[in-house]
């Protein structure tokens, strides 16, 4: 995607003001740029490789299955900058959003958990969690937040290897998510799409903003680069989530 020189004017701001003012369901699709103010690195953006791997072919199922221990010292070093992490003034404005009359229900495609710590109350994570581990043996899933690992792999008290509870890009994501989303769109007439700090690469994260557009919702990009969602929108906001947020949260009460 191309790097975009045109930044947030005052009237795209106001037009997303004025619509937040309005909305009582709000849906957010955020992806690694809404945490990357809050030192997480994006997997395509500066610091993203790791010991000169490239995320994207580190984050398979293919690798893990290959290399266990060395695709576990990468989440062990991940673990450790999304635990050191704290919510940036993009999460915290998003939770800020949230009152008795306005409805915002997240879906993120981080693996961290910056929007719970803000104080976001509805957050669906498409890819899983950083902190939850699944045995390959007995399928078990539970959470585990030490960090470093005092072993790599680490292992389930029944033996197993376990892995990541993450979903990898050669995996599909969890129906149980899946679910939640349909029973959302099933319930709410949504007002308002705010898709932030992701390409938007996936089919289906452009397919629930696209299909909320369609059924009324206005289409807001915030995102200093263009992104594959970009020609669908009806207000692009050109710059960094955190800054961006902050300023609409200032005018919102
Ligand atoms: P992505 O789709 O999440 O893209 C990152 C986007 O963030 C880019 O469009 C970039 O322009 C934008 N961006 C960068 N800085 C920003 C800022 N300050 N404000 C707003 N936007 C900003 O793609 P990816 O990074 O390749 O990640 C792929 C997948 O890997 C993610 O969908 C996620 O599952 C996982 N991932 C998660 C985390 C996390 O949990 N924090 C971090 C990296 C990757």
Same mark, same amino acid.
């Given at each position: 995607m191309t790097t975009d020189s045109h930044h947030a004017t005052s009237t795209e701001l106001s037009q997303v003001v004025n619509a937040l003012r309005n909305a009582t369901k709000i849906l957010v699709l955020t992806g690694a740029g809404v945490s990357a103010e809050s030192n997480? $690195?994006?997997?395509?953006?500066?610091?993203?490789?790791?010991?000169?791997?490239?995320p994207q072919e580190l984050a398979t199922f293919t690798a893990f299955n290959k290399d266990p221990h060395f695709v576990w010292k990468w989440y062990d070093y991940r673990r450790g900058l999304v635990a050191a992490a704290s919510p940036n003034p993009a999460h915290r404005a998003l939770a800020a959003f949230e009152n008795s009359d306005r409805e915002v229900f997240i879906i993120t495609q981080?693996?961290?958990?910056l929007h719970e710590k803000a104080g976001s109350s509805h957050v669906v994570h498409v890819h899983g969690s950083i902190w939850t581990v699944i045995c390959l043996k007995d399928g078990t899933s539970y959470e585990d937040r030490r960090v $470093?690992?005092?072993?790599?792999?680490p292992r389930c008290a029944c033996g197993g290897i376990l892995r990541p509870g993450v979903v990898w890009f050669d995996e599909d994501i969890p129906p149980a998510a899946c679910a939640e989303i349909e029973a959302y769109f099933r319930r709410v007439k949504i007002d308002m799409v705010l898709v932030i700090?992701?390409?938007?690469?996936f089919d289906y994260i452009r397919d629930w903003a696209l299909r909320a557009k369609n059924s009324g919702a206005l289409l807001v990009e915030i995102n200093p680069s263009e992104t594959a969602l970009t020609p669908y929108v009806d207000v692009r906001v050109g710059g960094k989530a955190g800054e961006i947020l902050a300023e609409i949260e200032k005018s919102v009460h």
């Amino acid at each position: 995607m191309t790097t975009d020189s045109h930044h947030a004017t005052s009237t795209e701001l106001s037009q997303v003001v004025n619509a937040l003012r309005n909305a009582t369901k709000i849906l957010v699709l955020t992806g690694a740029g809404v945490s990357a103010e809050s030192n997480i $690195p994006t997997f395509r953006g500066e610091g993203g490789w790791w010991r000169s791997q490239n995320p994207q072919e580190l984050a398979t199922f293919t690798a893990f299955n290959k290399d266990p221990h060395f695709v576990w010292k990468w989440y062990d070093y991940r673990r450790g900058l999304v635990a050191a992490a704290s919510p940036n003034p993009a999460h915290r404005a998003l939770a800020a959003f949230e009152n008795s009359d306005r409805e915002v229900f997240i879906i993120t495609q981080n693996v961290d958990d910056l929007h719970e710590k803000a104080g976001s109350s509805h957050v669906v994570h498409v890819h899983g969690s950083i902190w939850t581990v699944i045995c390959l043996k007995d399928g078990t899933s539970y959470e585990d937040r030490r960090v $470093p690992l005092p072993e790599l792999p680490p292992r389930c008290a029944c033996g197993g290897i376990l892995r990541p509870g993450v979903v990898w890009f050669d995996e599909d994501i969890p129906p149980a998510a899946c679910a939640e989303i349909e029973a959302y769109f099933r319930r709410v007439k949504i007002d308002m799409v705010l898709v932030i700090g992701t390409e938007a690469t996936f089919d289906y994260i452009r397919d629930w903003a696209l299909r909320a557009k369609n059924s009324g919702a206005l289409l807001v990009e915030i995102n200093p680069s263009e992104t594959a969602l970009t020609p669908y929108v009806d207000v692009r906001v050109g710059g960094k989530a955190g800054e961006i947020l902050a300023e609409i949260e200032k005018s919102v009460h």
